[in-house]
């Protein structure tokens, strides 16, 4: 899969708390990750570029190529980088607190392996559709999905800002991981919450639509996105399934 990205401290925050890469395995198979750090002063840029970096690096030297052996290593090292966060915090007084979210794809040749926790989210394009592939882990989409409060409540309620499951909080982590099948074209789009709080899912189909290439689209994405004043840092990862000519 061809991917870019780009991050941005956005139009509100004087710092960058998130954080983004990709790694290749022994196999060739590739893990984009992006996080985003939440707790006080550089706290929140610590854990996430922590969760990415040891996730990162430690895919590197595997040699993993099926699913199932994907979907072990992902419960496995979001446990050992949990316990990590939250060693490192207890130890560091200026560190106390830090956490972060943590959205991540492995591709392999035909299909995604998706796991998340916490808002930053990971979608598919498929022609002219978008799907989101993650569900938040914030207070209001909790109740949401109890029915406890509305879609259009749920937009603008004050438990969309807590955050529920994300590494370094709790000794226990729970992420949701899937999978899925993709196809010659597909887009993959996985980005921090700075991004949704401003920009619509049709409006992200159309940027992607109307760029040239995908490292366009991201510019375009981000652009946007500040252009609306999101209030947030806002990452962009964008990926294509190879075989599409001009994405």
């Not at 985003?36 to 006080?40: A, E, F, I, L």
């Not at 964008?238 to 001009?246: A, I, K």
């Given at each position: 899969?061809?991917?870019?990205?780009?991050?941005?401290?956005?139009?509100?925050?004087t710092?960058?708390?998130?954080?983004?890469?990709?790694?290749?395995?022994?196999?060739?198979l590739?893990?984009?990750?992006?996080a985003?750090?939440?707790?006080?002063q550089?706290?929140?840029?610590v854990?996430?570029?922590?969760?990415?970096?040891?996730?990162?690096?430690?895919?590197?030297?595997?040699?993993?190529?099926?699913?199932?052996?994907?979907?072990?290593?992902?419960?496995?090292?979001?446990?050992?980088?949990?316990?990590?966060?939250?060693?490192?915090?207890?130890?560091?007084?200026?560190?106390?607190?830090?956490?972060?979210?943590?959205?991540?794809?492995?591709?392999?040749?035909?299909?995604?392996?998706?796991?998340?926790?916490?808002?930053?989210?990971?979608?598919?394009?498929?022609?002219?559709?978008?799907?989101?592939?993650?569900?938040?882990?914030?207070?209001?989409?909790?109740?949401?999905?109890?029915?406890?409060?509305?879609?259009?409540?749920a937009?603008?309620?004050p438990?969309?800002?807590?955050?529920?499951?994300?590494?370094?909080?709790?000794?226990?982590?729970?992420?949701?991981?899937?999978?899925?099948?993709?196809?010659?074209?597909?887009?993959?789009?996985?980005?921090?919450?700075?991004?949704?709080?401003?920009?619509?899912?049709?409006?992200?189909?159309?940027?992607?639509?109307?760029?040239?290439?995908?490292?366009v689209?991201?510019?375009?994405?981000?652009?946007?996105a500040?252009?609306h004043g999101?209030?947030?840092?806002?990452?962009?990862?964008?990926?294509?399934?190879?075989?599409?000519?001009?994405?």
């Open positions: 899969m061809k991917l870019a990205f780009a991050t941005d401290r956005g139009t509100e925050r710092e960058n708390q998130d954080y983004v890469d990709v790694f290749v395995n022994q196999e060739g590739q893990l984009a990750i992006v985003d750090g939440v707790g006080g550089n706290a929140g840029d854990a996430a570029t922590m969760a990415v970096s040891h996730i990162g690096n430690d895919w590197v030297n595997t040699d993993i190529v099926t699913i199932d052996d994907v979907k072990s290593w992902l419960f496995e090292q979001t446990a050992q980088e949990n316990r990590t966060i939250l060693q490192t915090a207890n130890r560091y007084r200026t560190l106390r607190g830090m956490a972060t979210t943590l959205v991540l794809a492995v591709i392999l040749p035909n299909s995604l392996v998706i796991a998340n926790l916490g808002d930053s989210r990971a979608y598919l394009l498929r022609r002219d559709s978008i799907l989101q592939l993650t569900q938040d882990h914030n207070l209001a989409s909790e109740l949401l999905r109890r029915g406890a409060i509305t879609t259009e409540e937009k603008n309620h438990g969309r800002h807590m955050i529920t499951r994300q590494l370094g909080a709790n000794r226990e982590v729970k992420p949701d991981v899937r999978n899925m099948s993709i196809e010659e074209g597909d887009l993959l789009l996985l980005t921090t919450d700075g991004l949704g709080k401003s920009v619509s899912d049709h409006e992200i189909v159309q940027i992607i639509q109307e760029s040239d290439n995908i490292s689209a991201v510019a375009k994405l981000i652009a946007v500040n252009n999101t209030p947030d840092n806002l990452t962009v990862l964008l990926g294509v399934q190879e075989g599409n000519g001009n994405k």
